[in-house]
């Protein structure tokens, strides 16, 4: 298996571990669970977020009185008499979002105490529900998130921001029933946090609700060190998430690599962020993302050296390109030399996904129907020898 193939395979095994539809089922094989709905008098399904689809399709049908399932644009969504679909928009609210809260809210108040509403909220889903507050509107809460989040600020505080501007997010959308929660969880946030994935619309707090990370970033690193150890490889998992500006992560990461003994794979997960500058005005803005801006810093640090890596996010979606990923490896920019192409450049105009997919370089898979994060996977130089 070549370099691109082992790392595919890397990425293949790690998507497996965190499939929704398998995460809920499993989740719904415990007896407490079990229990809760069974003695419920009526049960309702509410899933949103960007794993919404899959995640319902782990619920058996009949199992539930009505639901409503709430996707982006393009993801596709479950069909059935008792399913109400919304379908919203991400990455940025708009009058779909605010439409599709309104039902969301509609939803919960149908059901009554003794009843139990099954939650599945996987991340996107801040963006696909919006209700901005008293006195906020949403061209203001757009502007002030996305302010934010070009500055470069983590999910825990671009949440934050979230949950102070909205009506329904920080268990808002929960105190809208006096119906038991049991809430269960695709994590895409540091820590697994459940009040903080898509800001924690059904996490409010009550002792009689249930809630349960069912997938996760860390799930589908383990998957991906057993797929190398089958191989006869030595991974090495990175203990620290890939966290902050993600060109200066791939560096990082690039020099860990080049450490690595023989028979060695590097296994990395997080989110890193990509720091964009105030709109000029001129020009149009660059097509890529972090993964993107994460394969090109490692590969300044790869060049030269049989060493291959692939940065990728497990929704599938880079950013403002139509990548999950790309590959880098240490004849990545001797290659995009004889092309012309700078990778200084492409990285400070934030434009990654031209330089990529001119070197046949780009890992295109569309919406995986999962959502945990990004994932780095890496072979050593001795490795490839």
């Not at 309104?102 to 996107?124: E, H, K, M, Q, T």
């Not at 690599?257 to 296994?267: D, E, I």
């Not at 490896?329 to 092309?339: Q, W």
């Amino acid at each position: 298996m070549g370099g691109k193939g082992l790392l595919s395979g890397l990425y293949r095994a790690a998507l497996s571990a965190v499939d929704p539809e398998r995460a809920v089922r499993r989740a719904l094989a415990d007896r407490t669970i079990r229990r809760r709905l069974r003695e419920a008098p009526r049960v309702g399904v509410f899933a949103v977020g960007k794993a919404a689809r899959g995640m319902f399709e782990g619920i058996p049908r009949g199992a539930f009185e009505r639901a409503l399932v709430v996707v982006p644009k393009g993801y596709g969504s479950p069909g059935g008499r008792d399913v109400e679909v919304c379908v919203a928009s991400h990455p940025e609210p708009d009058r779909s979002s605010v439409a599709a809260a309104r039902s969301a809210l509609r939803f919960f108040s149908r059901f009554g105490s003794g009843d139990v509403i099954l939650c599945l909220v996987s991340g996107g889903a801040s963006s696909l529900l919006c209700l901005p507050g008293p006195g906020v509107t949403l061209a203001e809460k757009r502007r002030r998130v996305r302010e934010l989040a070009r500055s470069g600020a983590s999910i825990d505080e671009l949440n934050r921001l979230r949950t102070s501007l909205s009506r329904i997010k920080g268990g808002g959308l929960g105190r809208a029933t006096q119906a038991a929660l049991i809430t269960l969880v695709l994590s895409d946030v540091p820590g697994d946090r459940p009040e903080l994935v898509g800001s924690g619309p059904t996490v409010r707090g009550v002792r009689e609700d249930l809630v349960r990370v069912v997938a996760s970033n860390r799930m589908g690193l383990e998957a991906a060190r057993d797929f190398s150890l089958r191989r006869g490889l030595e991974p090495r998992v990175r203990s620290r998430r890939l966290a902050g500006e993600a060109a200066e992560e791939g560096r990082r990461i690039g020099r860990s690599v080049l450490k690595l003994p023989p028979g060695g794979v590097l296994l990395a997960g997080g989110e890193t962020t990509v720091r964009l500058a105030p709109p000029s005005g001129r020009g149009r803005p660059g097509r890529g993302g972090r993964t993107l801006e994460m394969a090109l810093g490692a590969a300044e640090i790869l060049d030269g050296f049989p060493a291959a890596l692939l940065a990728a996010g497990s929704d599938g979606r880079d950013g403002s390109s139509r990548a999950a990923g790309a590959f880098a490896d240490g004849s990545t920019l001797e290659r995009a030399r004889g092309l012309r192409l700078s990778a200084e450049r492409s990285l400070s105009r934030h434009d990654t996904e031209p330089f990529f997919e001119a070197l046949g370089d780009l890992l295109v898979t569309g919406p995986t129907g999962t959502n945990v994060c990004d994932w780095v996977f890496a072979i050593g130089p001795k490795t490839l020898i």
